[in-house]
């Protein structure tokens, strides 16, 4: 005989509750938000505009239906993905943009600017936005 899910209905809140024999709960909202657990203690949020979110190991990532993804790392550092290619890593130390030419943009936080030309040439500019240096 196979084993069912068990279905619970909480019909204050108006959640439904199903716990699979694979050791799976997948929890419904009215909202038609959908949370997922799995039983490697990971997590997954379904929202109804079609973004998904997933937890696991004190990470965190999330894609958006026009294909940006974010991930946060344990540490806090945030990588973001956009569907043109280009990519923002942002740390405690500083803030990325990577384009898809090879053309890298750093922000420091101490507010120098550090711009990578897909040809080699590097301009450096200070906090006051004077340029320190452009070497090729």
């Known amino acids: 005989m196979p084993l069912c899910p068990q279905v619970h209905y909480c019909a204050s809140t108006g959640t ?3 716990v699979h024999p694979s050791g799976l709960e997948v929890v419904r909202f009215p909202d038609k938000r959908t949370e997922k657990f799995h039983p490697d203690g990971s997590k997954e ?3 109804p505009d ?7 190991d004190g990470q965190e990532e999330t894609v958006f ?4 993804s974010v991930s946060v790392a344990r540490n806090g550092d945030k990588t973001i993905v956009f569907s043109n ?11 990325r943009r990577e384009y898809p030419d090879g053309t890298v943009r750093t922000v420091y936080c101490d507010g120098r600017q550090e711009t990578r030309d897909a040809s080699g040439r590097v301009k450096v500019r200070g906090e006051a936005r004077n340029r320190v240096l452009d070497w090729k």
Do not use: C, M, S, Y
């Open 65 to 68: 239906p026009d294909g940006t």
């Open 50 to 56: 079609g973004t998904v979110t997933r937890f696991l």
């Open 16 to 18: 439904t509750r199903t």
């Open 85 to 95: 290619g280009q990519r923002d890593i942002h740390t405690a130390e500083f803030k």
């Open 45 to 47: 949020v379904l929202f």
